[in-house]
């Protein structure tokens, strides 16, 4: 076991600190002197409450360009994920009972559509291409007069690809289907106008862009026919949409990420892709290096290579004290092949050895070439004691 000074971290789509500004906005807020009390309450304490809560949704709205009204608070993006689809099918229930995916999706948006093909629900899974994107014309294709839900990530947090969710999302608006988007990997991150983008619904949670973990939200757009039935019952609160006691420190601290976030995006943005470039640049002459995902579609805080000739689980030990994720890192309770990079049509031994590195505001250069040397010290290795493999 490696220290935690010892440790390169390089696995921010996992989840990334809070940012200090997000800790200091947050810490005044859970103790007796401080603004803790019910923001539900009429009173002068919990006014004080309810106007932290005001202020994020204003911090958030102002990132995602929509409405305050649109936004519902939840407790991350698993959550906006199961309440969009669940409470939309359950709403429209009528209209038709074929929706529309793709295998990439995040298990909190996949395993809600295979609860929902058990239940009766009809699911198409569109496939992308072999670098991950998805041609619109094969989701016009796959539009049917009783689809009433298609539910597409923007960024992929594994592969860093992007789709577009623009000419997707316009295609739903002519069919009059619904469009969700789980938007956990690029909130913050890629630019956003949804007062002008064809989109219903979008999934949120802080905890990716350097806010707390626990606390996301859902845009809910104010057109008719786009609504989701709760999915539990209580006080009333967030129009009956998600009751429950808001949580008034989880949610100024996502409202200050979101500013931070915003503030900060281009800058951000520049960083994340001149690092990815010097860890590709490092290791791209391997033999038997492939890169998942594509180059010129892809947000570049993330890059997934597989390589030939080695085993996963040996090069993430091998990898210490690198943390990064393997190809099987959302199943790592299960040693399957990553169901995303299966969907770009890589073999199960090459999507076993998948390793994602993922960076953040905090990445140093000095990190990433740490990471170029142990990825190709410990690939040698592997391969040197690999029986019967030729050198
Ligand atoms: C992290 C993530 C989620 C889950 O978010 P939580 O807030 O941890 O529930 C869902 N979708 C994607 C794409 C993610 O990256």
Not at 276 to 288: A, H, K, P, T, Y
Not at 333 to 361: H, K, M, N
Request: aromatic share 4%.
């Amino acid at each position: 076991m490696s220290n935690i000074a010892e440790m390169v971290y390089l696995d921010y789509a996992a989840s990334t600190p809070a940012d200090p500004r997000v800790v200091d906005v947050m810490t005044p807020l859970f103790g007796a002197g401080g603004d803790f009390a019910n923001p539900s309450s009429g009173h002068t304490a919990g006014r004080r409450s309810s106007a932290h809560v005001e202020r994020a949704a204003g911090q958030l709205a102002e990132l995602l360009g929509c409405k305050e009204e649109q936004l519902v608070w939840t407790s991350g993006a698993t959550e906006s994920d199961n309440l969009a689809i669940v409470g939309a099918a359950r709403y429209r229930a009528d209209r038709g009972r074929h929706l529309i995916t793709m295998p990439t999706e995040h298990k909190a948006v996949a395993d809600v559509f295979h609860v929902l093909e058990k239940r009766g629900f009809e699911v198409s899974w569109l496939r992308p291409d072999d670098t991950g994107v998805l041609d619109p014309a094969n989701l016009e294709a796959a539009i049917r007069p009783d689809t009433q839900l298609v539910s597409i990530m923007q960024v992929n947090n594994e592969t860093g690809v992007i789709q577009d969710i623009e000419a997707l999302g316009a295609l739903c608006r002519e069919r009059d289907v619904l469009f969700h988007v789980d938007a956990a990997q690029s909130v913050g991150k890629l630019p956003l106008a949804l007062a002008s983008l064809p989109v219903d619904l979008l999934s949120t949670t802080a905890h990716k862009v350097y806010g707390p973990k626990g606390i996301g939200a859902l845009y809910i757009a104010d057109r008719p026919g786009c609504h989701v039935e709760p999915l539990i019952y209580g006080g009333g609160q967030q129009g009956g949409r998600r009751p429950g006691t808001l949580a008034v420190p989880l949610i100024a601290g996502f409202g200050e990420a979101a500013r931070i976030a915003r503030c900060e995006m281009q800058e951000n943005h520049e960083h994340l892709r001149s690092l990815r470039e010097r860890l590709w640049s490092g290791i791209r002459d391997l033999d038997g290096i492939v890169r998942n995902g594509s180059d010129s579609h892809s947000f570049p805080g993330i890059l997934n290579v597989s390589i030939e000739d080695v085993e996963g689980e040996s090069l993430l030990l091998a990898l210490e004290p690198l943390c990064v994720a393997t190809g099987s890192a959302c199943n790592s309770t299960s040693q399957e092949p990553s169901s995303v990079l299966r969907a770009l049509g890589r073999s199960d031994l090459l999507a076993q050895s998948a390793i994602r590195f993922s960076f953040g505001r905090p990445t140093t250069s000095a990190e990433v070439d740490l990471a170029v040397a142990r990825y190709r010290e410990a690939v040698a290795r592997l391969r040197d004691i690999a029986p019967g493999r030729a050198a």
